[in-house]
């Protein structure tokens, strides 16, 4: 019904940056809300940053200043920028779109891209 593909992970030196894009696709009425979360080794999956249709954030303290959520409701796509990053940013990054319809809504994840930062 809904697919969100994830792009822009890889392998970056501590102190780099990358940049995460999400892109909704399919049956889409109205999102709500788009995150991304990420899953560490070993680390139950956390949210990352949160972002509203109307553009208000939220932030994990981890990554506040660092990080920066993005999106284009009219082309259904979220971005994270992700700067100053550390090793402890390595985690596979899920991207999140909440689908919201006439009756309730539902999450749709994507398939999750890796980002891994070390020297």
């Known amino acids: 019904q809904v697919q969100l593909v994830e792009s822009g992970g890889g392998l970056v030196q501590p102190g780099g940056s990358l940049r995460l894009s999400c892109a909704a696709s399919?049956?889409?009425?109205?999102?709500?809300?788009m995150g991304w979360y990420r899953q560490a080794p070993g680390k139950q999956r956390e949210l990352v940053a949160a972002?509203?249709?109307?553009?208000?954030?939220n932030y994990a303290d981890s990554v506040k200043g660092r990080f920066t959520i993005s999106r284009d409701n009219a082309k259904n796509t979220a971005d994270l920028q992700m700067n100053s990053l550390k090793p402890e940013d390595t985690a596979v990054y899920y991207c999140?779109?909440?689908?919201?319809?006439?009756?309730?809504?539902?999450?749709?994840w994507g398939q999750g891209t890796q980002v891994t930062v070390s020297s």
């Open positions: 999140n779109a909440y689908m919201v319809v006439g009756g309730g809504g539902a999450d749709y």
């Open positions: 972002i509203t249709r109307l553009g208000l954030t």
């Open positions: 399919g049956s889409i009425f109205s999102i709500g809300t």
